[in-house]
């Protein structure tokens, strides 16, 4: 590798970071995220790089186009839409420990119940959504890859912002009662304590548990509603949250079940008053075979 190729690729790697906070906001999905940033490290390779200006605009918009057309390509594979069991890929890390690439990957609040929300988003209104709102991209550099004017790419903005806001649970700031709200709950499965997991859950909670496409429709993936529901599910969990560790899933406080020494499932939840709101469990074994299993931390 000549000295110019070296330079091309040292500036690559100083924005690869941020680069995979695009793709995993576009895609929900941290191998997919992988892939699209690998792919606009391979088309810089046939640009003549004298002509870029901006290289990290450059490449923050390619990653954004490469990005909507595998959201594009998705979207016509499904032959209905996506259900309501689905839940996105969890980056996860233990509660005293510091990976900054996973940092740049959990910032700017994107938690499981943003990604639930921006899955069900038209693709190009994500695109204008994450690019625009948590990246500060211009619509007048949007605007080309979505192939509409300015004045189009700022509406489809603004629609997602609508649905962003409407649909996304608010949930406590507060890292510390989020634990204390998620240790309450895996106390009182374990324990087959009833009334105190009605307790700590919200009254309209919503548990979304997605089991895998294999699976879809049957016991492993679906999605409940009300307090006393939830609960009886949630008893069925006990031998799972009596081998789970607490970790951080997507920067909140969350549980990694354990099975032989391997991340059986991933569960994080929204948190507000005190009471669980909302939890997304992802169990499907062809997601998680690839998920390091974090180190013990507390």
Not at 179 to 202: K, M, W
Not at 243 to 250: H, S
Not at 267 to 275: A, K, N, P
Request: charged content about 25%; proline content about 6%; overall charge negative.
């Amino acid at each position: 590798m000549g000295g110019d190729e070296e330079r091309l690729a040292r500036a690559f790697e100083d924005h690869r970071a941020h680069l995979m906070a695009v793709a995993y906001r576009m895609l929900g999905s941290v191998s997919e995220a992988e892939d699209a940033v690998q792919e606009a490290w391979l088309r810089l390779g046939r640009v003549e790089p004298g002509g870029i200006d901006n290289l990290g605009g450059w490449l923050t918009t390619v990653t954004g186009r490469i990005c909507l057309d595998l959201l594009r390509s998705r979207s016509a594979r499904r032959e209905q839409p996506m259900d309501d069991t689905f839940v996105p890929d969890p980056v996860i890390r233990p509660l005293s420990r510091v990976d900054p690439e996973k940092e740049a990957l959990e910032a700017d609040s994107v938690g499981v119940a943003l990604l639930v929300v921006l899955e069900a988003l038209d693709p190009d209104e994500r695109l204008a959504f994450v690019l625009h709102d948590m990246f500060a991209v211009p619509f007048d550099d949007i605007a080309p890859v979505v192939e509409r004017g300015a004045a189009a790419t700022r509406q489809l903005a603004s629609r997602a912002r609508r649905r962003v806001r409407d649909s996304t649970p608010p949930a406590d700031p507060d890292a510390g009662r989020q634990r204390q709200a998620l240790d309450a709950f895996r106390a009182a499965s374990r324990t087959g304590d009833f009334e105190a997991l009605v307790a700590v859950l919200h009254p309209d909670v919503v548990l979304r548990a997605d089991a895998g496409a294999l699976v879809r429709g049957v016991a492993g993936s679906k999605t409940l509603r009300g307090a006393r529901q939830v609960a009886e599910s949630a008893m069925m969990f006990a031998r799972f949250n009596a081998r789970a560790r607490t970790v951080l899933v997507n920067g909140a406080p969350g549980l990694v079940g354990v099975v032989d020494g391997r991340v059986g499932s991933v569960m994080s939840v929204t948190v507000q008053d005190g009471r669980i709101t909302a939890l997304y469990i992802l169990a499907d074994p062809a997601r998680l075979k690839g998920l390091a299993l974090p180190p013990e931390a507390d």
